[in-house]
């Protein structure tokens, strides 16, 4: 099966600009995550979508960040205005329904803060 | 809420040598647990999970992981590591109604040859 689809790769923005990254989850995957991997850290969870709807959004600052997935299929992750702490890796997995399925993670899209 | 430590951050092995990565957890209820790998360059891939039944859980490329209920604990092993296993190593948790999942901080491997 294919496997998660993000772009772009790369961002390289001034900071106060605004910025957005786009995720195709694999197919038939209801629950799709976004995640912020600093460098040297772990993957921090910034949202939780099953199908549509946001089930943890907790972690997200939204006073900038957004995110949405309105079709249930493929979401997109929105940053206004970044700041230079927001320099990081931006991951988006999926994973199908059930309680034995891992998640599945796409390349990233690596973001520098100028 | 559920977290993850992960107590060493860097290690460096010689070739062949044996390889034990540590891993606690916090969560109150039933988890599911997972090691990830990251290769220079590529994404997050899954080594191995454990969900339910035998505590001893084998992974892809000779990875192991035991589940010590009672430590809260789910170390990596390795008997005999390759210079192809430096990599940056993940422990997760996921657990309840959604199975939010929380990653550790990381382990970066390096093997020597």
């Known amino acids: 099966e294919a496997g998660v689809a993000q772009s772009p790769r790369y961002k390289i923005i001034e900071k106060r600009q605004s910025v957005a990254f786009w995720c195709n989850p694999i197919s038939g995957h209801a629950t799709l995550y976004w995640y912020q991997q600093i460098l040297g850290q772990g993957p921090k969870l910034l949202i939780q979508?099953?199908?549509?709807?946001?089930?943890?959004d907790s972690q997200l600052p939204k006073d900038r960040f957004s995110a949405e997935r309105l079709k249930g299929v493929d979401s997109t992750l929105k940053i206004q205005p970044a700041k230079l702490e927001d320099s990081a890796v931006y991951l988006c997995?999926?994973?199908?329904?059930?309680?034995?399925?891992?998640?599945?993670f796409g390349d990233g899209t690596r973001l520098s803060i100028l | 809420a559920q977290s993850v430590s992960q107590h060493n951050h860097h290690v460096i092995l010689s070739e062949a040598a044996s390889l034990e990565l540590g891993c606690n957890y916090s969560y109150g209820g039933t988890v599911n647990l997972f090691w990830y790998v990251q290769y220079p360059g590529q994404h997050l891939q899954l080594l191995l999970k454990y969900f339910s039944g035998d505590p001893l859980v084998k992974g892809i490329k000779g990875f192991e992981a035991e589940f010590i209920k009672s430590k809260f604990s789910f170390n990596l092993r390795k008997p005999s590591v390759q210079w192809s296993d430096t990599a940056e190593y993940f422990c997760a948790v996921s657990g309840g109604g959604y199975q939010k999942v929380t990653f550790g901080t990381g382990t970066k491997l390096q093997v020597i040859p």
């Open positions: 979508f099953q199908n549509n709807g946001v089930v943890d």
């Open positions: 997995a999926s994973r199908r329904t059930g309680d034995n399925q891992p998640q599945h």
